[in-house]
């Protein structure tokens, strides 16, 4: 396709999907988009460089000036949303978002971040290093980074850097969206069961990383944590490099301190050792930065061009996210699963040891079915406190199993974390917070919802008395 043609979003205010049509917008290409509501920041984003939408689906707008050449298709598209109705009578150009990014985005070296956790850490810090260091990525990650970088760019050199989300591509096609990418370089973090949605069971959900591992070239490259299991690793034919705490891998991260404003720790690679030193929280952020200096090295950056990049990296937004730093603190992540949860948990009880760890959290979807229940036990131990809100309305298809709501959900950590209540309750749950909250506490929302503005207001009242 030729610069002016004319690219229609159906779903435009998602993080991703915005992302994408602004860097098409950027590339010279006529963007429009709809969506069934737009709220800030993304309809700021989208104003701010010029993307032109409208609220609701309307054919008529759609196509103003004529068919559009494509049209890029979210997940909002159901089956009687007129403008998809639309392009399938009409047999217009359509494609998923996996689809789009694999056709524009996707370069001869092609290096994908993979993983249960960490792959828009893993992804967008990545990227940093290579732009700041003249490689020039094209480069997509399904978040908004706080370095003032979108989130994703669209570019002519031989490097393209994607996260690799397993999640199904689209309603027409249950494949994840990382097969669409080709990768020649693979970064994998981490393979641990998650989406019960998409994968009903733990093998289905390991078959789909075994797949992506075979597809792997023989001239490619696997950076891969210590964490994953060396079975699944077998299924790659290319060459591997490891990561992690043990002394047998090929980058070793050691001598880790961390607290209320930074991390600091060493990686080890042949003899030579690299001290990190970044303004961040979390300890599990060193796995991630360990991947991602591996990565580099592999790709013949040179250590200090690396570690002085990583050293200004300041993540995306909603993860570990400072919305509130006095006397109390209160972030906000977007660890949606129990075993995300308990990570962020695990490092905010060795930060904060000096008060509570109070944590508010909402589950995703994939995290609300049946099969998920067992994955919850002794995930929050770490928390003193764990309040469940009123849970986000799912849409269930007909026959679908009724997923789990916030008085079950209760009941089920409280098995193994029996300081857990239910307040479904919103302007009741801000108003326990405010009042427990002591000097030294920290306050956490953990989910991929928004909260229905709690934070906003939590962070108000303290800053009010």
């Known amino acids: 396709m030729q610069k002016q043609k004319h690219i229609h979003f159906i779903g435009i205010c998602g993080v991703a999907m915005s992302a994408l049509a602004i860097a098409f917008h950027k590339k010279g290409y006529k963007v429009t988009g709809s969506d069934k509501g737009f709220y800030p920041p993304v309809s700021t984003y989208l104003k701010e460089a010029g993307v032109p939408y409208y609220p609701g689906w309307h054919v008529e707008k759609m196509t103003k000036n004529g068919?559009?050449?494509?049209?890029?298709?979210?997940?909002?598209?159901?089956?009687?949303?007129?403008?998809?109705?639309?392009?399938?009578?009409?047999?217009?150009?359509?494609?998923?978002?996996?689809?789009?990014?694999?056709?524009?985005?996707?370069?001869?070296?092609?290096?994908?971040?993979?993983?249960?956790?960490?792959?828009?850490?893993?992804?967008?810090?990545?990227?940093?290093?290579?732009?700041?260091?003249?490689?020039?990525?094209?480069?997509?990650?399904?978040?908004?980074?706080?370095?003032d970088m979108p989130a994703?760019?669209?570019?002519?050199?031989?490097?393209?850097?994607?996260?690799?989300?397993?999640?199904?591509?689209?309603?027409?096609?249950?494949?994840?969206?990382?097969?669409?990418?080709?990768?020649?370089?693979?970064?994998?973090?981490?393979?641990?069961?998650?989406?019960?949605?998409?994968?009903?069971?733990?093998?289905?959900?390991?078959?789909?990383?075994?797949?992506?591992?075979?597809?792997?070239?023989?001239?490619?490259?696997?950076?891969?944590?210590?964490?994953?299991?060396?079975?699944?690793?077998?299924?790659?034919?290319?060459?591997?490099?490891?990561?992690?705490?043990?002394?047998?891998?090929?980058?070793?991260?050691?001598?880790?301190?961390?607290?209320?404003?930074?991390?600091?720790?060493?990686?080890?690679?042949?003899?030579?050792?690299?001290?990190?030193?970044?303004?961040?929280?979390?300890?599990?952020?060193?796995?991630?930065?360990?991947?991602?200096?591996?990565?580099?090295?592999?790709?013949?950056?040179?250590?200090?061009?690396?570690?002085?990049?990583?050293?200004?990296?300041?993540?995306?937004?909603?993860?570990?996210?400072?919305?509130?730093?006095?006397?109390?603190?209160?972030?906000?992540?977007?660890?949606?699963?129990?075993?995300?949860?308990s990570s962020v948990l695990q490092t905010l009880k060795n930060i904060y040891h000096d008060g509570k760890v109070i944590a508010i959290f909402e589950p995703n979807s994939g995290n609300r079915q049946k099969e998920a229940i067992a994955g919850y036990d002794n995930k929050f131990n770490d928390a003193d406190l764990v309040i469940i809100p009123r849970l986000t309305t799912i849409k269930q298809a007909p026959g679908e199993e009724i997923s789990i709501e916030g008085e079950e959900l209760t009941k089920i950590i409280k098995k193994t974390q029996t300081n857990t209540i239910y307040l479904d309750n919103d302007e009741e749950l801000v108003g326990y917070l405010v009042k427990i909250a002591k000097p030294n506490d920290v306050i956490a929302f953990l989910g991929s919802h928004g909260f229905r503005n709690m934070i906003e207001s939590v962070v108000s009242v303290i800053l009010s008395r």
């Open 67 to 147: 068919d559009p050449d494509l049209v890029i298709v979210g997940n909002v598209a159901g089956s009687e949303n007129p403008e998809w109705l639309y392009v399938q009578e009409k047999k217009l150009n359509y494609k998923s978002y996996p689809e789009a990014i694999a056709e524009f985005f996707v370069k001869e070296n092609s290096i994908v971040c993979a993983g249960t956790f960490g792959k828009t850490t893993t992804t967008s810090l990545l990227a940093w290093i290579l732009q700041e260091n003249n490689f020039d990525p094209s480069y997509m990650f399904g978040g908004i980074s706080l370095n």
């Open 152 to 341: 994703a760019k669209l570019t002519d050199s031989k490097y393209s850097i994607l996260e690799g989300d397993e999640y199904k591509s689209a309603r027409w096609d249950d494949g994840a969206k990382f097969f669409h990418y080709s990768p020649t370089h693979l970064l994998l973090t981490s393979v641990v069961w998650d989406h019960a949605d998409v994968y009903p069971t733990e093998q289905s959900y390991f078959e789909a990383f075994e797949k992506l591992l075979t597809n792997l070239p023989e001239s490619g490259l696997l950076v891969t944590s210590e964490r994953v299991k060396k079975e699944m690793l077998d299924f790659a034919k290319c060459k591997i490099i490891t990561y992690g705490k043990d002394a047998k891998n090929d980058y070793v991260y050691q001598n880790v301190t961390v607290n209320k404003k930074e991390i600091k720790f060493e990686i080890k690679c042949q003899d030579q050792i690299f001290q990190i030193n970044a303004p961040l929280l979390g300890e599990y952020l060193v796995d991630n930065m360990t991947a991602t200096f591996a990565m580099a090295h592999q790709l013949g950056l040179a250590s200090d061009k690396i570690i002085q990049t990583t050293n200004t990296y300041k993540n995306v937004k909603r993860r570990l996210e400072k919305r509130l730093d006095g006397e109390i603190t209160v972030l906000d992540d977007i660890a949606h699963s129990p075993q995300k949860a």
